[in-house]
């Protein structure tokens, strides 16, 4: 089977992509950068994904199914400049993916996109499945406009699968990342009284979800992409400072507001979010629980 990884080149398409491989798929990455992942059933192209003029129907002949990761890195400041990329690089890409596949005499069967959990907003203490309503936000907003363009590819007769996607944990980056910057240094901040709860997800059994998603065609729309166990976000430190000796300082929400802005709010929403279609699909978590998880990452 054959699999097209737009955004391949990034932080978690290279994982999947050797994942992918080792499952015996054939995999083309289209991406800005050329894939450090070698293999003689992989192919990798150089490509603007926000120019559909340098898109190619030979990259999509035989393929089972598009699976799209391109997206901007949303954890760092936000100016107005920075917002529209955020944007083009999820909305505006996928739009013009499914743009171009309606041109393939034959489609791929299934077309796979990122979303987050940022979809739900600020949930309080309510636990939240894939049914939860979309809260307020810039990133809320646009993880709908990013999923809407993606479920366009069900009028192609296609299934459609967008992957809401907890902080990601891994030594190499994504939030962990971040935040190991900061604790390298002996200390680490906490926004307010670090009650708010906090979705997360293992490297590994996110890699794990996006194959399930091309493989189970049970799965259709959006997916929660998080383990079954969120914590509240000071366990999340206290479990981190196990490997990493910092001390924890506390600033109010309002004070990392006045820099910070909108990201401010995004970084202390509660989301207490569960994968209850994965649950459902019998999916199996290899790392659902968070000290074995950051042992993982920590080995």
């Known amino acids: 089977m054959k699999i097209v990884i737009c955004g391949g080149g990034g932080f978690i398409g290279q994982r999947l992509a050797r994942l992918l491989l080792v499952k015996g798929y054939e995999v083309v990455i289209l991406d800005r950068n050329q894939s450090r992942v070698s293999s003689p059933k992989l192919q990798s192209f150089i490509v603007d994904l926000l120019n559909p003029k340098l898109f190619e129907k030979g990259w999509f002949i035989g393929a089972e ?39 393939l005499d034959q489609k791929p069967k299934t077309f796979i996109s ?13 636990k939240i499945d894939e049914t939860g309503t979309h809260g307020k936000g810039f990133l809320a907003d646009v993880c709908v406009a990013w999923e809407n363009e993606a479920r366009r590819a069900e009028t192609l007769g296609m299934r459609s699968v967008q992957v809401r996607t907890a902080p990601v944990l891994d030594r190499e980056g994504g939030f962990i990342g971040k935040l190991l910057k900061t604790m390298n240094f002996g200390f680490t901040v906490r926004f307010g009284s670090g009650q708010t709860w906090f979705s997360w997800i293992h490297m590994e059994d996110l890699i794990s979800i996006y194959e399930a998603a091309v493989s189970n065609e049970s799965l259709s729309g959006p997916v929660n992409a998080c383990s079954p166990e969120p ?9 981190l ?25 995004e970084l202390t929403n509660s989301q207490r979010i569960v994968p209850a279609k994965l649950q459902s699909a019998q999916f199996r978590f290899v790392y659902g629980n968070l000290k074995e ?3 993982d990452v920590f080995s």
């Open 293 to 295: 998880a950051l042992q």
């Open 114 to 126: 990122a979303s987050a959990i940022g979809y739900y907003g600020d949930k309080g203490e309510s």
């Open 65 to 103: 199914a598009v699976i799209n990761l391109s997206g901007k890195d949303i954890l760092t400041l936000w100016t107005e400049e920075y917002k529209k990329a955020i944007r083009e690089s999820r909305v505006t890409v996928n739009k013009l993916l499914i743009d171009f596949i309606s041109s």
């Open 241 to 265: 400072r196990e490997y990493r000796k910092a001390v924890v300082i506390q600033l109010p929400v309002s004070l990392f507001r006045l820099f910070a802005k909108e990201l401010a709010d």
């Open 231 to 239: 914590v509240r976000f000071r366990a999340l430190l206290d479990h």
